[in-house]
């Protein structure tokens, strides 16, 4: 399989509200995707759900990187797109959108910025 050929399923952009004409697929060892949404470029990642990761999992590894963007430290920040949810399920992968900390540059806590992500 090529990653050229690969796509985010249609039910996580809509949950998203990313268009499919805003997502690009970059070049990686594992598929992530540059998208656009609300006029701001983030990550879209995915990771299989096993034995060994659940979408819990990665919903408390969201916990723990708000809590260090609060302090200061330099990480992608979860993006709470899914329907205020930091995390999705589909097709046995948990998806999540991150800003890179370059782009997470702005004043106030996650909560009072992320806001407008959360519809």
């Known amino acids: 399989m090529t990653w050229s050929s690969v796509e985010p ?11 499919p004409t805003d997502v690009v697929l970059l070049t ?4 992530i995707w540059q998208v656009v949404r609300d006029g701001m470029t983030a990550i879209l990642r995915t990771t299989p759900i096993d034995a060994l990761f659940s979408v ?3 919903r ?11 302090r200061g ?3 992608p920040v979860p993006i709470p797109v899914f329907d205020r949810d930091t995390a999705a399920v ?12 370059r782009a997470a ?15």
């Open 9 to 19: 399923p249609r039910a996580i952009l809509d949950a998203a509200g990313i268009e």
């Open 60 to 70: 408390w590894q969201h916990r723990v990187q708000l809590l260090l963007v609060d």
């Open 90 to 101: 589909e097709k046995g992968c948990a998806w999540e959108v991150l800003l890179t900390f």
């Open 73 to 75: 430290v330099r990480v």
């Open 56 to 58: 819990e999992d990665l």
């Open 28 to 31: 990686w060892r594992v598929p």
């Open 105 to 119: 540059r702005w004043p106030g806590k996650p909560s009072q910025r992320f806001t407008r992500w959360a519809r």
